[in-house]
């Protein structure tokens, strides 16, 4: 059996699969071709039903559940973990940003990012929203062609590095409100294939994340390869951040967590009423 994946090239997805595409562990027969791509683009390909097997931003995956269904295993959920909302100006409160949000521009990554979703529930006034590619959004914060920037993965550590200042973190929103942990991106597999199958799929992704974790430099040479950061500490900053227990499985607060994000937007009438089951 074949069947394609995709994952992003940031270092919390390439930790997780390498094992699994590179078969250091046994794949019991089935085959991966492997699709590289930025989280949006991955979400996009989803809204087309083009995959069989992907990384899906939970707020995009709430308009792919007519086709898919999410995987207990390789999700990204935690304490702490969420995108950030920066500025070039350090006097840039959470405060000015509600007082003057209709006439603040913001860059995103993506418009069907979690990111994206959070950041309309804490500043549900903040509409003028341009996209640029994740790795972009800090220099053109830097440069003042945006007012703000929202940013996700290893940018959350390299952003201060280029003088940039952090408003507020949309994690910690989410966590007061809610006191569970963010759920950011998951691996959901295509409902066209057999349930067996993607149970099986599930549990070897987890046998491959369990591989890395008793093994972390393992998949180095992979992860530089395709990383935007080069720097080992910063990969492995953003591998312990991203990659946790809730990657290995969702468990009942990480299931929680999704189920809630899903109510949420639709009480709000900004996702599709779907009523396929979440979960494989």
Same mark, same amino acid.
């Given at each position: 059996?074949?069947?394609?994946?995709?994952?992003?090239?940031?270092?919390?997805?390439? %930790?997780?699969?390498?094992? !699994?595409?590179?078969?250091?562990?046994?794949?019991?027969?089935?085959?991966?071709?492997?699709?590289?791509?930025? #989280?949006?683009?991955?979400? $996009?390909?989803?809204?087309?039903? @083009?995959?069989?097997?992907?990384? !899906?931003?939970?707020?995009? %995956?709430? %308009?792919?559940?007519?086709?898919?269904?999410?995987?207990?295993?390789?999700?990204?959920?935690?304490?702490?973990?969420?995108?950030? !909302?920066?500025?070039?100006?350090?006097? &840039?409160?959470?405060?000015?940003?509600?007082?003057? =949000?209709?006439?603040?521009?913001?860059?995103?990554?993506?418009?069907?990012?979690?990111?994206?979703?959070?950041?309309?529930?804490?500043?549900?006034?903040?509409?003028?929203?341009?996209?640029?590619?994740?790795?972009?959004?800090?220099?053109?914060?830097?440069? =003042?062609?945006?007012?703000?920037? $929202?940013? *996700?993965? @290893?940018?959350? %550590?390299?952003?201060?590095?280029?003088?940039?200042?952090?408003?507020?973190?949309?994690?910690?929103?989410?966590?007061?409100?809610?006191? !569970?942990? &963010?759920?950011?991106?998951?691996?959901?597999?295509?409902?066209? &294939?057999?349930?067996? @199958?993607?149970?099986?799929?599930?549990?070897? *992704?987890?046998?491959?994340?369990?591989?890395?974790?008793?093994?972390?430099?393992?998949?180095?040479?992979? *992860?530089?390869?395709? =990383?935007?950061?080069?720097?080992?500490?910063? *990969?492995?900053?953003?591998?312990?951040?991203? #990659?946790?227990?809730?990657?290995?499985?969702?468990?009942?607060?990480?299931?929680?967590?999704?189920?809630?994000?899903?109510?949420?937007?639709?009480?709000?009438?900004? #996702?599709?009423?779907?009523?396929?089951?979440?979960? &494989?």
């Amino acid at each position: 059996m074949k069947f394609t994946l995709g994952f992003s090239p940031c270092p919390n997805d390439t %930790f997780i699969f390498d094992a !699994l595409v590179h078969k250091k562990i046994d794949t019991e027969g089935i085959d991966f071709e492997v699709i590289y791509e930025d #989280v949006e683009t991955l979400n $996009l390909m989803a809204f087309n039903n @083009e995959l069989d097997i992907t990384k !899906l931003s939970f707020h995009a %995956f709430a %308009f792919a559940l007519k086709n898919y269904g999410l995987l207990d295993a390789g999700s990204a959920l935690g304490h702490g973990v969420g995108p950030l !909302l920066i500025s070039r100006e350090s006097a &840039i409160s959470e405060e000015y940003v509600k007082e003057h =949000s209709q006439q603040l521009k913001v860059a995103i990554p993506g418009v069907y990012t979690t990111a994206n979703f959070l950041m309309s529930l804490a500043f549900p006034s903040l509409q003028q929203k341009e996209l640029y590619l994740f790795s972009e959004i800090e220099d053109a914060v830097s440069r =003042s062609e945006i007012d703000l920037g $929202l940013i *996700i993965h @290893e940018s959350r %550590f390299t952003y201060q590095q280029k003088g940039l200042h952090k408003i507020t973190d949309l994690g910690n929103y989410w966590e007061k409100e809610t006191g !569970l942990p &963010i759920p950011l991106g998951g691996i959901v597999g295509n409902r066209r &294939i057999p349930k067996k @199958e993607l149970q099986t799929i599930s549990r070897l *992704i987890r046998k491959s994340i369990e591989f890395a974790f008793d093994d972390p430099q393992s998949g180095l040479g992979f *992860i530089k390869s395709l =990383s935007q950061e080069m720097e080992e500490d910063v *990969i492995f900053k953003h591998i312990n951040l991203y #990659v946790n227990n809730y990657s290995l499985s969702l468990g009942q607060s990480g299931r929680d967590a999704v189920t809630i994000l899903f109510d949420k937007a639709r009480s709000l009438n900004v #996702v599709p009423s779907y009523q396929e089951d979440i979960f &494989i």
